[in-house]
């Protein structure tokens, strides 16, 4: 039905950047709410960005100022723009969106996430 997948991730020092990307694909109707959130080893799961259909955009305190989250509706894609990383941005980077799709006649909407992809940051 609805599948997200994330690339762009590696292996980069710090001080460096990445560009993540969220592609969306099945029966899409629409991308409602997007965001990324990262896992680091040991920790909960976090948001650290978030766009809304429209554009609005929301950020986490820790990344305010290196990371940017945009969106392309027509192409179906959430990316996230990563700059003067630090170690401590080492994690996995997961895509979450809120789709509505279309499925045996009707409309639906639901959450979905990506598999992540890893991100780390040399000192």
């Known amino acids: 039905q609805v599948q997200l997948v994330e690339s762009g991730g590696g292996l980069v020092q710090a001080g460096g950047s990445l560009r993540l990307s969220c592609a969306a694909s099945?029966?899409?109707?629409?991308?409602?709410?997007a965001g990324w959130h990262r896992q680091a080893p040991g920790k909960q799961r976090e948001l650290v960005a978030r766009i809304s259909r429209g554009g609005s955009r929301n950020y986490a305190d820790s990344v305010k100022g290196r990371f940017t989250i945009s969106r392309d509706n027509a192409k179906n894609t959430v990316d996230l723009q990563i700059s003067n990383l630090k170690p401590e941005d080492t994690a996995v980077y997961y895509c979450?969106?809120?789709?509505?799709?279309?499925?045996?006649?009707?409309?639906?909407?639901?959450?979905?996430w990506g598999q992540g992809t890893q991100v780390t940051v040399s000192s």
């Open positions: 099945g029966s899409i109707f629409a991308i409602n709410d």
């Open positions: 979450n969106a809120d789709v509505t799709y279309y499925d045996s006649r009707v409309y639906r909407t639901s959450e979905h």
